[in-house]
């Protein structure tokens, strides 16, 4: 009987192992770098633009698993707060973290990786329906951090209409690709793995 998929493992660890603290320092700063790097992709709306972000996140914890993912996450935040410009549209420093009106969405990033990595490591990356579920349980951890962080200052009605409902489309769009892609990466891992 194989059992090389029976142990909690995402596709990552699968592909790498095994995964030292070398390698893992490795992938915690290229995905810090991806998520940086996916900021850059702006569309402004009116207080909350829309970005690669999200997408990077969600991707982040899903291929690393909840340590490493939030690890990444939280690499990118102290990368942006130190300074460097990794935020949406080159936005950096520690009150952009802190004080700004996308700081909800900030600050819920290792969150929502440790969530959808953590529901990875237990198989949900290998379906498309469930990594689409577990894609959207993470992106949801984002939007309601968002939500409730922009409604102290605006309102809920106006946080809902400016900070939630313009994403909705777009996330959904997200998750069907990063949920379409896991699946297609353990088939591919399983043939290679059977020559």
């Given at each position: 009987m194989?059992t090389s998929?029976?142990?909690?493992?995402?596709?990552?660890s699968?592909?790498?192992a095994?995964?030292?603290?070398i390698?893992s320092l490795?992938?915690?700063?290229?995905?810090?770098l991806?998520?940086?790097?996916?900021a850059?992709v702006v569309i402004p709306?009116?207080?909350v633009p829309i970005?690669g972000q999200?997408f990077?996140v969600?991707?982040?914890?899903?291929?690393?698993?909840p340590?490493?993912?939030a690890?990444?996450?939280?690499a990118y935040?102290?990368?942006?707060?130190?300074?460097?410009?990794?935020f949406a549209?080159?936005?950096?420093?520690v009150?952009?973290?802190l004080?700004?009106?996308?700081?909800?969405y900030l600050l819920s990033y290792?969150?929502?990786a440790?969530?959808?990595?953590l529901?990875?490591?237990?198989?949900?990356?290998?379906?498309?329906?469930?990594?689409?579920?577990?894609m959207?349980l993470g992106s949801?951890?984002i939007?309601?951090?968002g939500?409730?962080?922009?409604?102290r200052?605006?309102?809920a009605?106006?946080a809902?209409?400016h900070?939630?409902?313009?994403f909705l489309i777009?996330d959904a769009?997200?998750?069907?690709l990063a949920?379409a892609?896991l699946p297609?990466?353990?088939?591919?891992?399983?043939?290679k793995?059977?020559?």
């Amino acid at each position: 009987m194989n059992t090389s998929y029976a142990k909690a493992e995402t596709l990552t660890s699968a592909v790498l192992a095994p995964l030292d603290w070398i390698r893992s320092l490795a992938l915690v700063v290229a995905f810090s770098l991806l998520t940086a790097l996916a900021a850059q992709v702006v569309i402004p709306l009116s207080l909350v633009p829309i970005t690669g972000q999200t997408f990077a996140v969600l991707l982040t914890g899903a291929l690393l698993g909840p340590r490493l993912g939030a690890l990444a996450m939280f690499a990118y935040l102290i990368e942006g707060a130190s300074g460097l410009p990794f935020f949406a549209a080159g936005g950096s420093g520690v009150g952009h973290l802190l004080f700004s009106p996308t700081s909800g969405y900030l600050l819920s990033y290792p969150v929502a990786a440790f969530v959808v990595g953590l529901l990875a490591g237990r198989g949900w990356d290998r379906r498309f329906i469930t990594a689409a579920a577990a894609m959207g349980l993470g992106s949801l951890v984002i939007l309601l951090s968002g939500w409730a962080w922009l409604a102290r200052f605006t309102g809920a009605a106006f946080a809902w209409d400016h900070g939630v409902a313009p994403f909705l489309i777009g996330d959904a769009i997200k998750i069907v690709l990063a949920a379409a892609v896991l699946p297609s990466g353990w088939m591919l891992l399983r043939r290679k793995r059977r020559v």
